[in-house]
Nanobody
Framework: QVQLVESGGGLVQAGGSLRLSCAASGRTSSIYTMGWFRQAPGREREFVAAITWRGGTTFYADSVLGRFTISKDNAKNTVYLQMNSLKPEDTAVYYC??????????????????WGQGTQVTVSS
């Protein structure tokens, strides 16, 4: 199994920045893809970004492209989400997830095997 722990959420004004971290432990050698998802109150969970663990190929939702950057540090078994130019509509609980199976459907939450507990990001206007 893989355990995931997110950190770095908080309250920020619109236009500000935050960096989220997700530390993985356990069978990290089995990880193929790491992803970030978010869920706002009353809305469905949505894909934010993903990165392949070995190759480092990145993928983004259109809504965050150019503002958010996903990166990883394999030595620390940690994935990051740098969020710049934050907007009130970015307010949500952000979840880190890992997939142990190669898939092209990495924008689909159901394709991920392990999830963190989530961290709240609130952007004030």
């Amino acid at each position: 199994q893989v355990q995931l722990v997110e950190s770095g959420g908080g309250l920020v004004q619109a236009g500000g920045s935050l960096r989220l971290s997700c530390a993985a432990s356990g069978r990290t050698s089995s990880i193929y893809t790491m992803g970030w998802f978010r869920q706002a109150p009353g809305r469905e969970r949505e894909f934010v970004a993903a990165i392949t663990w070995r190759g480092g190929t990145t993928f983004y939702a259109d809504s965050v492209l150019g503002r958010f950057t996903i990166s990883k540090d394999n030595a620390k078994n940690t994935v990051y989400l740098q969020m710049n130019s934050l907007k009130p509509e970015d307010t949500a609980v952000y979840y880190c997830a890992s997939s142990v199976i190669a898939t092209r459907e990495l924008r689909i939450g159901g394709k991920y095997d392990y999830w963190g507990q989530g961290t709240q990001v609130t952007v004030s206007s």
